[in-house]
């Protein structure tokens, strides 16, 4: 079946520019979640998504960072006015449940470089 | 299929002493991660050991790697309460795919 997909794959933009990362999870998990794994170094928590309940953002790194859930389901990752320390791997992953949080499925991740 | 085994699965003690949590894996690896999932909450990132690497400290952590053996131990010194938690380990495959292990579930009782 398919499993967790990302988009764009890689993504290049300029400094100051707003960027929109994208995630679908895989289907009928109500659990997602957004990392950043910046190079060489272990993941970073972002936010999760849990069904309808609020989402946790207590890994945003400032407040350039949001993220929405449409439907239950795909997810937007929006970085504005990115500066370079944004450049890293973006990850997203679902599980089935929360209380599964150790089954997390990841997607390829989006590469974000910022020049 | 599942890289990272942690061992034990569940792991119950009292507070200030301390936890030693055991990880293998089965392919080969460029580094090994460990995480930590408090109730609630997403997956905190802890520590990463690298291959050419066999032991590294943290504050109250220290994570040993011997790759001859394919696994790795996390140990938590002088507990506190505030250490219970679920722990991963994880390993690097296809790239930046994490695969967890199922996890140890510490609970540290004061």
């Known amino acids: 079946g398919a499993g967790v997909s990302q988009s764009p794959s890689n993504k290049v933009t300029e400094k100051g520019k707003d960027v929109e990362l994208r995630c679908d999870p895989i289907s009928g998990h109500t659990a997602l979640y957004w990392y950043r794994q910046s190079l060489g170094q272990g993941l970073e928590f972002l936010i999760y998504?849990?069904?309808?309940?609020?989402?946790?953002k207590s890994g945003l790194p400032s407040d350039r960072f949001s993220a929405e859930r449409t439907g239950g389901s795909v997810s937007t990752l929006t970085i504005q006015r990115t500066q370079q320390e944004d450049s890293a791997v973006y990850l997203c992953a679902s599980s089935l449940n929360h209380d599964r949080a150790n089954e997390q499925f990841f997607g390829p991740g989006t590469r974000l470089t910022v020049l | 299929s599942q890289q990272g085994e942690e061992d034990p699965q569940a792991l119950s003690i009292q507070e200030g002493e301390n936890a030693t949590m055991n990880c293998s894996y089965k392919t080969s690896i460029n580094n090994l991660q460990w995480y930590r999932q408090n109730s609630g909450r997403g997956l905190v990132h802890l520590i990463l050991i690298r291959s050419n690497e066999r032991e590294k400290h943290s504050g109250r952590l220290r994570v040993t790697l011997d790759t001859s053996k394919k696994s790795s131990s996390l140990l938590i010194t002088a507990s506190r309460a505030a250490d219970t938690a679920s722990y991963f380990c994880a390993t690097v495959e296809y790239g930046n795919k994490l695969v967890f292990g199922a996890g140890t579930i510490l609970r540290v009782k004061s």
């Open positions: 998504f849990q069904g309808n309940s609020a989402p946790d």
